[in-house]
């Protein structure tokens, strides 16, 4: 029966490559898992604005913001080890790959203790309200908030490696689902002390950022034990040759994160620090954003699983299939596209049934967002594709020119013309990158780069 069925499946969707085949499975499940996520997602943040006030939610907004930064101080080994494996895998390479593994979680337990360290003695000096423009009487003290966020995502850091190697290995639905649980336990605590305790902003960190941690350690120990078993990192296999490997594809992607930060994650500092905006600012951004990304994670959602087979495709030379994959995400650009124009359009009713309050008001602001929705997904598209061939030198060179222009510009368009000016800096870059992007690419699949367009 079971084969029955799955010859029927295969004779609706057609005799399609067997990548094809998984990254399908990845995109249908991934929408089911992902679905449920989103949904969490927006119920947590009116639940979460309940429990503290709009003000407190954007500190806890802005200073998850700071610590994301660290993220990338991996120097880019999870990107390196993610097209690493991806190789190996494709031509079944098992002992480089337990090597890249072991290396990488090594590698990632140092940094992050020295990040702790670093971070800790230098931050106990710094007046945290004052840099980030937060008043006294609304929160004494940040330090402390700092101090747990910081802990946790050193944790993080660490067992961060297993999502790599689900989505290297075609599982990404995986890693969703992780996410999911994480949200549930978060959503289920929140609203529990909403109920029967004061607000607290210490409470929401602990719980926000100590939960997806607590998830992903059980989620290491779980995989690693069943599906993983062969992945399983072994202390016999660190070796520092194979951090230089990782480290030869893995660093330009860290300028790249870094890059990508300046661009796309300083808004939340950005929004904090310009004063006819401040902290309560960043709430209504993040509320805008939240609503519009609901169109950023179906293109997650479908896109993320090329990134490792358009590596296994390159690897091994299969330009029609990586041809006719860019086309269908282009296909799929159009529909979200449309999706979020709609979404522009019905966004003042959804803001009022959402959150049951006027906290978002401004139609420009939902505007530039549809707008730059548009703009990002589109360089999703290309950006992937390259990071999967691995030929990401122009990238590189557009994120180091489009990080030096975002913030001021920024700055002064958020002065000029409040929260849409600071999105339409994102929108403006994005476009300039989203040209070269996609030139570089077409290069690429008619095997016509050469110079610094093949690197």
Request: with cysteine; net charge positive.
């Amino acid at each position: 029966m079971i084969s029955f069925l799955k010859a029927k499946a295969r004779e609706l969707l057609g005799q399609r490559h067997e990548r094809t085949l998984k990254i399908q499975k990845n995109i249908i499940i991934s929408f089911l898992v992902k679905g449920g996520s989103a949904l969490i997602g927006f119920i947590l943040i009116p639940v979460t604005i309940h429990y503290v006030n709009p003000l407190q939610y954007g500190i806890w907004l802005t200073v998850s913001s700071i610590v994301l930064w660290m993220n990338n101080f991996d120097i880019g080994l999870s990107n390196g080890l993610r097209n690493k494996l991806a190789h190996s895998l494709a031509l079944g390479e098992q002992e480089n790959i337990l090597k890249y593994i072991s290396t990488t979680y090594a590698a990632l337990f140092t940094i992050a203790i020295v990040i702790f360290i670093l971070f800790y003695t230098a931050g106990f000096h710094v007046e945290w309200n004052r840099l980030l423009n937060v008043p006294v009487d609304a929160l004494p003290n940040l330090w402390p908030i700092l101090v747990v966020v910081l802990s946790c995502f050193c944790v993080q850091f660490f067992l961060q490696p297993i999502n790599t190697i689900l989505m290297a290995s075609h599982q990404v639905y995986k890693v969703s689902f992780i996410t999911l649980i994480g949200q549930i336990i978060s959503l289920a605590i929140i609203y529990l002390l909403s109920l029967y305790t004061k607000g607290n902003l210490l409470t929401l960190v602990f719980v926000l950022a100590g939960v997806p941690v607590v998830v992903l350690f059980i989620a290491n120990i779980y995989l690693f034990k069943t599906s993983l078993k062969t992945f399983k990192p072994k202390f016999k296999y660190i070796d520092v040759q194979n951090a230089k490997s990782l480290l030869s594809v893995g660093g330009t992607f860290f300028f790249l994160q870094i890059g990508g930060l300046i661009i796309y994650e300083t808004d939340n500092i950005v929004i904090t620090r310009i004063k006819t905006l401040g902290p309560e600012a960043v709430t209504r951004f993040n509320i805008a954003y939240k609503l519009f990304s609901a169109i950023v994670v179906v293109a997650f959602v479908i896109m993320t699983p090329y990134w490792s087979a358009i590596t296994d495709a390159f690897a091994k030379k299969e330009f029609a299939w990586m041809k006719s994959s860019l086309k269908r995400m282009r296909q799929v650009w159009l529909l979200l596209s449309l999706g979020s124009l709609l979404l522009f359009i019905c966004s003042r009713f959804i803001y009022k049934f959402w959150l049951g309050s006027d906290i978002v008001n401004e139609k420009w602001l939902s505007l530039s967002m549809a707008v730059y929705v548009i703009a990002y997904i589109f360089q999703l598209i290309y950006a992937y594709f390259q990071n999967g061939t691995g030929k990401i030198r122009i990238q590189l060179i557009c994120v180091m020119v489009a990080s030096c222009i975002n913030i001021p510009l920024s700055i002064y368009w958020g002065r000029l013309y409040g929260l849409p000016g600071v999105v339409n800096a994102n929108t403006i870059v994005t476009v300039f990158m989203n040209v070269l992007f996609y030139i570089q690419s077409l290069k690429i699949l008619n095997q016509t780069a050469r110079g610094v367009w093949f690197k």
